[in-house]
C-alpha cells in the first residue's frame, strides 16, 4: 500500500494507478524527438503506466537499479511535472466535469533511464523498465484543489545542484488538465487514489552521482532528491 501526504493536514491518500502522459510540451517534443524538424504535435495524449512501487523515493534518494552486480543504465535523466490526484471514481467523465474528480495536485519528477528507453524503441519493444523502476516517480505532499484558483497556469521548475534545468508554465500543455481526465477516464476508467503525472516541460538532462535535484510547483510545494 502505497500513500501520499496531504499537505497541513495528517490525511493520506491511498495510491492506486499511476498515469503518464508523454510529449505535452511542445519545447520537449522539439528536444527530444526531432531538434532538427517541425515538431510534430500529438493528436491525442500519449499514456504509459508505471507501477505504483516507483512512489517509494527512499527518503529523496534516486538510485539506477542494480541487477546482477551491475547498474542496468549509463543514462539517468529529470522530467519535472504537474501531478493530479484524483478525489474520487469516474468513467466517461465528460470534460466539462473533470475538475470535479480532482482531489488536489502535487509536483513530481518522471526519472527516465534513456539509454533504456532509446534501445527499446529502436528494436520496437516495451520500454516499462526505462520508466517504471522502483522509486522513478516521488511525488511531493498534495495541495488540496480548492487551494489553487487556476492550475492551469503555474510556473513548474527543476534546479540540478542548484542551476535552472527546466522552466516553464502549465498554460503551455498541448493537453490540458480538464481534457486528460476526459481522455484518460474514457478509456482506464479513474479511480480515488489515480494519480496523473501531465507531461514535462523542455530540459531535460544525464544526472551524475552526487546531483541534488529541486523540483517545484507554483503554489504546491518542492520536491527534494539526491542522485546516488
Not at 127 to 140: I, L, Q
Request: hydrophobic share 40%; with cysteine; aromatic share 8%.
Amino acid at each position: 500500500m502505497y500513500k501520499l501526504k496531504v499537505k497541513d493536514s495528517a490525511e493520506e491518500i491511498i495510491v492506486q494507478n499511476i498515469y503518464c502522459v508523454g510529449k505535452n510540451y511542445l519545447e520537449h517534443i522539439k528536444e527530444f524527438d526531432m531538434p532538427e524538424k517541425a515538431a510534430e504535435v500529438p493528436n491525442s495524449p500519449a499514456i504509459f503506466l508505471k507501477p505504483n512501487t516507483a512512489l517509494v523515493n527512499g527518503n529523496g534518494i534516486i538510485r539506477i537499479p542494480v541487477f546482477d552486480g551491475r547498474q542496468i543504465s549509463n543514462d539517468l535523466q529529470n522530467e519535472v511535472e504537474m501531478v493530479i490526484v484524483i478525489g474520487k471514481d469516474g468513467s466517461n467523465i465528460d470534460e466539462a466535469d473533470a475538475m470535479d474528480y480532482i482531489y488536489g495536485f502535487a509536483v513530481g519528477v518522471d526519472f527516465t533511464l534513456r539509454d533504456i528507453q532509446s534501445e527499446m524503441k529502436k528494436k520496437g519493444l516495451p520500454w516499462a523498465v526505462s520508466k517504471g523502476f522502483y522509486g522513478s516517480a516521488p511525488v511531493s505532499e498534495i495541495v488540496g484543489k480548492k487551494i489553487i484558483p487556476d492550475p492551469q497556469n503555474l510556473n513548474i521548475s527543476l534546479k540540478i545542484n542548484g542551476e535552472v534545468k527546466q522552466n516553464a508554465n502549465t498554460s503551455q500543455m498541448i493537453f490540458k488538465i480538464s481534457y486528460i481526465i476526459y481522455y484518460i477516464s474514457s478509456i482506464f476508467g479513474l479511480r480515488k487514489g489515480d494519480i496523473i503525472f501531465t507531461g514535462t516541460p523542455a530540459g531535460i538532462t544525464r544526472l551524475n552521482p552526487g546531483d541534488e535535484i529541486e523540483a517545484e510547483l507554483e503554489q504546491v510545494g518542492k520536491l527534494k532528491i539526491k542522485v546516488e
